[in-house]
């Protein structure tokens, strides 16, 4: 549906019938944005994971001993990371729109690779804890933003699979990290020890990416060179009926306090959270982990990929998944197996190898919540800029998640960790209860708006919209 006169109802989440001309120019639309967009963005996160997460790779590899860590450093390591990407995101997602996403985005990850490359020449604690602060800071500015990003180019029914590659490739960078660490550790470089040359190669490797994308990413279907004026009228036209016009929108007060003061955006907040705690023990421990379980630091590091490969396998489902059923049953389904792997992985004691093996059945139970939990919000945020201020609420919360986990699995907890993936669980439960409120709550509404049609074309078409999910029209995606 086209967006009417001032006065008249805003459909915003409703899509016209398309003629057979135009269902067949939005396939050609969205080729070209799948091979185009989501390609880059997922290799941006690949690089993003790698760079936060090669401090277990690190650690595994002596960065502890050769710069006399204790356990509080340890924890601060990766916890400060968090602090200050939970801090810089909300600013870094509102700083977005008044840059263009090809400028954000190079920026953003040239920046963070130069901190990267420069955790190679720390020679103290204090040191690399600046370092890794500024990554934090640095890193807050991506994820938010792709969450923000991807429905400038997708409507509602086709940004969940995107999503979910998008996810699915920094999964994949916990599958890579590993082996690649292990190469790594192996090049001898004069005076350079073996964990600081992890630092300085994935570095390098990030700025050259970096810079790169600066030509590579393009900002919005309206100025796309490779999309011609049919596809661009055509899809500018469902997207605006879908969620508004990304060009238009601004990040207002209006829009802060309406995501402020939502209860459904607290809720996946907190789920995010609560996904994110055993996406964070899988992917920056892993390593120590394994090690403790009786295998040397080398074989740890490779083995370390795979409760990642696992956690690949299960994202990838969710492109299959989340198109056929409720997201609902999407997140209770892979939690349960999320809860049963840490279940058995943190309270049998007498068997590495089983250990090993259902840490891999958590790390498959818990990647998919990830896109999961953020298509879900981003598509029953309504508008764009709540959906902006929203997603940095959701991710911020992804942030407190790695903060309080790097406490959970210190060095002071070796050999079992129990009480840390006990806690694994218990976050994990929040994400089935919350999961069904939800669900509840969109099928009553959803009823309660198709037996009580509101009309609103009294308002305009700006006032319209601020209503974000509360408008009239909108359905909330179970």
């Known amino acids: 549906m086209s967006i009417n006169s001032e006065k008249d109802n805003v459909k915003i989440n409703e899509l016209e019938d398309l003629t057979d001309r135009e269902k067949l120019v939005v396939k050609s639309y969205l080729q070209k944005v799948d091979l185009r967009i989501v390609p880059i963005m997922g290799l941006i996160y690949f690089f993003a994971v790698m760079d936060r997460s090669n401090i277990g790779n690190a650690f595994t590899n002596g960065l502890s001993e050769g710069l006399n860590f204790n356990n509080a450093e340890k924890g601060n390591a990766t916890s400060l990371f968090f602090v200050f990407y939970i801090i810089m995101e909300t600013p870094s997602n509102i700083l977005l729109k008044r840059f263009s996403p090809h400028l954000w985005f190079s920026l953003v990850i040239t920046s963070w690779s130069v901190v990267c490359l420069g955790m190679a020449f720390a020679k103290s604690p204090a040191s690399f804890l600046v370092c890794r602060c500024l990554l934090g800071a640095i890193e807050s500015g991506l994820t938010p933003g792709v969450i923000a990003y991807m429905p400038y180019w997708y409507t509602r029914a086709e ?26 550790v192996s090049v001898k470089v004069k005076d350079v020890e073996p964990y600081a040359v992890i630092f300085l190669i994935e570095g390098a490797i990030s700025i050259g990416f970096g810079i790169l ?20 009228e055509l899809i500018t036209r469902r997207i605006r009926a879908d969620q ?31 996904a994110n705690v055993p996406g964070v023990t899988i992917n920056t421990f892993a390593g120590p982990l394994i090690k403790n379980l009786g295998y040397t630091s080398r074989n740890a590091t490779i083995m370390s990929s795979l409760p990642n490969l696992a956690g690949f396998v299960g ?54 919540n990830i896109p999961i939990i953020a298509t879900w919000m981003s598509v029953n945020a309504g508008g764009i800029s709540k959906r902006m201020i929203s997603s940095a609420m959701t991710v911020s919360f992804g ?43 969109f099928k009553y509404e959803n009823a309660r708006r198709d037996r009580n049609p509101v009309d609103v074309s009294h308002l305009s078409e700006r006032e319209q919209r601020d209503l974000n999910d509360y408008h009239p029209s909108f359905r909330y995606r179970i």
Do not use: H
């Open 315 to 368: 994202q990838m489902m969710t492109g299959y998944t989340m198109t056929r059923f409720p997201l609902f049953l999407n997140a209770i389904f892979y939690t349960s197996f999320a809860v049963v792997g840490f279940a058995v992985a943190g309270f049998t004691f007498d068997n590495s190898k089983l250990r090993l093996g259902f840490l891999c059945v958590a790390g498959f139970g818990t990647f998919p």
């Open 159 to 184: 940004v969940g699979l995107r999503m979910s590659m998008f996810f699915a490739a920094g999964t994949l960078s916990g599958v890579f990290g590993g082996p690649i660490a292990a190469g790594l």
């Open 244 to 274: 508004g016009s990304a060009m238009k929108e601004k990040v207002t007060l209006k829009s802060i306090k309406s995501s402020l003061s939502d209860w459904k955006m607290w809720m996946y907040a907190i789920m995010f959270y609560s």
């Open 213 to 232: 994308s600066f030509f590579l990413i393009v900002d919005y279907p309206e100025t796309a060179k490779f999309l011609n004026e049919e596809e661009k």
């Open 399 to 441: 942030g407190i998640a790695g903060a309080t986990t790097g406490y959970l699995l210190t060095d002071n907890f070796k050999p079992k960790y129990t009480g840390g993936l006990a806690t694994n669980i218990a976050v994990l439960a929040i994400i089935m209860v919350f999961s069904l409120i939800l669900s509840i709550y």
